[in-house]
């Protein structure tokens, strides 16, 4: 994966344009970027899918609602951690929020340091998928890349075969067999069977 997209971003949309600035002052005095939008529709058209970060999204926004958008996101598949602020929750909002994986839900005036401690989990939680996604990808380019008697001979090895068996059920030599072993371990980066298992494991999760 591309270093590059390990660099979170604060994703923040309020269309108060005054608790924007404060809120946008006080995320990037912390040292966090931020990009700033006044409504849903302005922060989609300029939402890029592999962004590692956090939003912060209000409830009420004047179009599509802050609840309506995260909906949406997690529609699309677009699991960016979510850590939604309001002036106007109850128990329902709070619930729906909840359901669809926000981080938090702070009510305003917006307490900072909890703010902070919530966009600091959600890039962690951003983070820790983007690097599991990549290592899930690279596992699947190594699988691809075995030939498809190599793919034989991997079967036949996680059935726990010696190679004189998987060379008979096979109809090879065991030199052959012993040759294909050797490509399926260095294709894969395993130093042993143990850690071939735990690749297929992980390349089945993909």
Request: overall charge negative; hydrophobic content about 45%.
């Amino acid at each position: 994966m591309d270093t590059n997209l390990l660099e979170p971003t604060v994703y923040l949309v309020e269309d108060d344009a005054a608790v924007r600035l404060s809120l946008k002052l006080l995320i990037g005095a912390h040292g966090l970027p931020v990009q700033d939008f006044g409504s849903a529709e302005d922060f989609l058209a300029a939402w890029q899918g592999e962004a590692v970060g956090c939003l912060v999204l209000d409830i009420r926004l004047g179009g599509i609602s802050g609840l309506t958008l995260q909906e949406l996101l997690r529609e699309r598949k677009i699991d960016t951690p979510v850590v939604i602020i309001t002036g106007h929750g109850d128990v329902e909002a709070c619930r729906r929020a909840f359901q669809h994986g926000a981080v938090d839900f702070l009510s305003k005036p917006v307490d900072d340091a909890a703010l902070l401690d919530a966009i600091r989990r959600g890039i962690a939680a951003d983070i820790a998928r983007h690097r599991a996604q990549g290592e899930q990808e690279d596992v699947r380019l190594r699988m691809d890349s075995l030939s498809e008697r190599e793919r034989e001979v991997l079967e036949l090895m996680l059935e726990g075969l010696p190679n004189k068996l998987i060379a008979r059920r096979l109809d090879l030599s065991t030199r052959t067999v012993e040759s294909h072993r050797a490509r399926v371990f260095s294709k894969l980066g395993a130093g042993s069977l143990a850690a071939l298992v735990k690749l297929v494991v992980k390349a089945e999760e993909a």
